[in-house]
């Protein structure tokens, strides 16, 4: 067993980010389709890792209790740049993408139960291979695993559970680009950067037409970062018995909003792009330790028919994304940047579903509204819907009675 202390461990993060960054960028394929750097560099990891377990005789084993803590500290950034004025321009937008929302969550969980029909499963698998991991994450996946094991009997549920939930990680990161992509492609759309470049200029440095920030702003800027992971977590242990759980990072999120849109009335200024800088860092550690962390291993051994449900979740959300959501949010460049989005968290988590809307601006340009409408609706409504309609199908007999 090779274990990586603190330090190494965020080496070999740094490490994989680079790596994953020049083939992104070199790599036409990974380029063209704006997959995230941690996704192609925290996978690649995970095959060196499992390759060295397999044939060499020695584990990698990462020292990842910080994930947590930087998850919640970009949580905290998006709260802090999250103009409020934006949102409300945004409104028709967040309804329409609610609009898209409700119904995926019943049709995902009923491809789910057709799948575990046909496949001769538990019709609880296929909740399993349904929003319980895909919308719902780790966290819910663990809940709803260790439910399925002590009342329903159900064998070895919980790896079942963490690996499908893994997997959507990283099919989300992967598909979100790809559709946005087409749709770009197909309906003639272009960000801000796109028509800067098709006009005959280079596509602009976005600091440079602005004073660079400074180490007092980062400082700033990470000060309430951290008040916002402080005072996040208080208010998740203040409401911790609540009949309706809400994830920590959304009160991170929330007391980033009011920081940003409250502290202006008191003088206080935040510079948004180190704030956008220090949130693009902590959430490509994450989902680097993440990707790295990836056990093959236990993919392999628990894949057969949880591989060809997924198979099955992906194509249906790339569509849906693709035919629904994008002509629901107006059919235009922001569209398709949320349709990338949808496809993160409809797979894998609000993390995924930013990741693949960073890697879209960077290339195409900003998209201010989908920034706003999307950890909205993925950090706290889905949540909230998500248990509404699961509650609703395990009631049924044909399925949490069986």
């Known amino acids: ?4 202390s603190p330090v190494q461990s965020l080496l070999a993060c740094c490490l994989v980010l680079a790596i994953g960054r020049v083939l992104t960028t070199r790599i036409g394929v ?7 750097d941690p996704i192609v560099g925290g996978l690649l990891f995970a095959i060196g890792a499992y390759a060295l377990s397999t044939w060499g005789g020695h584990a990698i084993s990462l020292e990842t209790s910080i994930k947590p803590t930087l998850l919640l500290l970009f949580f905290g950034c998006i709260g802090l740049t999250a103009n409020l004025k934006l949102l409300a321009k945004g409104g028709p937008r967040l309804i329409a993408f609610l609009l898209a929302l409700i119904p995926f969550l019943v049709l995902q969980n009923a491809v789910g139960l057709g799948m575990a029909w046909l496949l001769d499963m538990h019709p609880l698998m296929g909740l399993l291979g349904g929003t319980i991991t895909l919308v719902g994450g780790h966290g819910t996946g663990a809940a709803y695993a260790t439910r399925f094991a002590d009342v329903n009997n159900i064998q070895d549920v919980m790896a079942l559970a963490m690996t499908a939930a893994t997997m959507g990680l990283v099919l989300g990161g992967v598909v979100g ?3 946005a992509e087409w749709l770009m492609r197909r309906h003639k759309l272009a960000g801000s950067l796109d028509r800067r470049s098709t006009a005959g200029h280079e596509a602009p440095d976005l600091t440079g037409a602005q004073p660079p920030s400074t180490a007092a702003s980062f400082i700033t800027s990470m000060t309430a970062a951290f008040v916002c992971l402080v005072a996040g977590g208080y208010l998740a242990t203040l409401v911790e018995g609540a009949p309706v759980s809400l994830p920590n990072f959304l009160w991170c999120l929330a007391t980033g909003v009011l920081i940003r849109n409250g502290g202006e009335r008191l003088g206080l200024k935040l510079d948004d792009r180190a ?7 902590t959430l490509s550690l994450f989902l680097a330790m993440t990707m790295m962390t990836l056990d093959l291993g236990s993919v392999a051994r628990l894949a057969g028919p949880l591989a060809l449900i997924l198979a099955v979740q992906t194509l249906f959300c790339a569509l849906y994304s693709a035919w629904v959501v994008f002509r629901l949010l107006r059919s235009d460049y ?5 349709s990338a989005a949808f496809c993160g ?4 988590a609000t993390a995924t579903a930013i990741a693949n809307m960073q890697a879209l601006t960077r290339r195409h340009g900003p998209a201010p509204q989908a920034f706003i409408v999307v950890p909205v609706t993925g950090a706290f409504l889905v949540d909230i819907l998500n248990v509404i309609v699961l509650t609703s199908l395990i009631s049924l007999p044909f399925v949490g009675g069986m």
């Open 345 to 348: 968290f409809s797979l894998g």
């Open 30 to 36: 990974l380029a063209r389709y704006s997959i995230p």
């Open 1 to 4: 067993m090779i274990s990586l």
């Open 177 to 179: 680009g790809p559709v």
């Open 275 to 281: 704030t956008e800088i220090i949130g693009t860092i």
């Open 334 to 338: 922001e569209a398709a940047i949320m």
